[in-house]
């Protein structure tokens, strides 16, 4: 493990993400009406008076909602109308997107640890490895440091379990990473848009090569 200077000081994490985890469905109503209504201010309305989020509290429907928007807001037009067009798998596939492009720490997790470990044949993913990551983040962001055990173990619990649910976990108890079939519309867009991003479904470097040379 690296270490870091403590004054190499990043833009602060989004944690927020433990309030809602993968949650692919919630995420896309909220999609489809703000693509339906084109206003974020009549879309949250919409949503909070007619509880479409299905919560209990008003509350945790707000809350919820932030995170939902934050995510379909990292999305463009075109990566926000294949989420809500496409296939199951082709949402599943660009709801990760979403997540990564909203949240950088599950991004920097998946491509420095979970990614890294699979191109090293290195299939197993073990809560140590959350741990010295979060040990090697805490150098350069401050906010790691400052949490709480508690806080910690529910921040890997997510992180878990969205990689489950997005098809990057096969055994949940063991952890076995595997890659996601990418489809054919999911490549295609992030070539045109952002080829880097890729690598989040644990794209070899070669793979991606192959694929920008392919799309020339």
């Known amino acids: 493990m690296m270490l870091k200077a403590k ?3 990043s833009k602060n994490y989004k944690l927020s993400f ?4 993968f949650m692919m469905n919630e995420t896309l109503k ?3 009406k703000y693509r339906e209504l084109k206003d974020w201010n009549t879309a949250e309305s ?3 008076e007619n509880n479409v989020l299905q919560k209990k509290t008003l509350s945790t429907a707000k809350r919820m909602f932030k995170e939902f928007k934050l995510r379909v807001q990292a999305l463009d037009m075109h ?3 294949l989420f809500i067009n496409g296939s199951y798998e082709i949402q599943k596939q660009m709801n990760f997107l979403a997540i990564c492009k909203a949240y950088s720490f599950i991004k920097d997790f998946t491509l420095e640890v979970v990614r890294n470990k699979y191109l090293e044949f290195n299939n197993l993913l073990k809560e140590t490895d959350f741990e010295i990551f979060l040990e090697d983040k805490s150098y350069s962001h401050p906010e790691i440091e400052r949490l709480k055990d508690s806080t910690k173990v529910k921040l890997r619990n997510v992180v878990f379990k969205i990689l489950d649910e997005a098809g990057f976990i096969t055994d949940k108890k063991s952890r076995i990473i595997t890659p996601v079939l990418l489809n054919k519309e999911v490549k295609e867009l992030l ?3 952002n080829p880097e991003f890729l690598k989040i479904y644990l794209l070899s470097d070669g793979e991606i090569s192959k694929i920008v040379k392919a799309g020339r």
């Not at 433990?18 to 985890?21: D, G």
């Open 79 to 81: 990566e926000l109308e």
């Open 30 to 32: 909220v999609a489809e």
């Open 18 to 21: 433990t309030a809602a985890s």
């Open 191 to 193: 070539l045109k848009s």
């Open 7 to 9: 004054n190499m000081v």
């Open 46 to 48: 919409f949503i909070l």
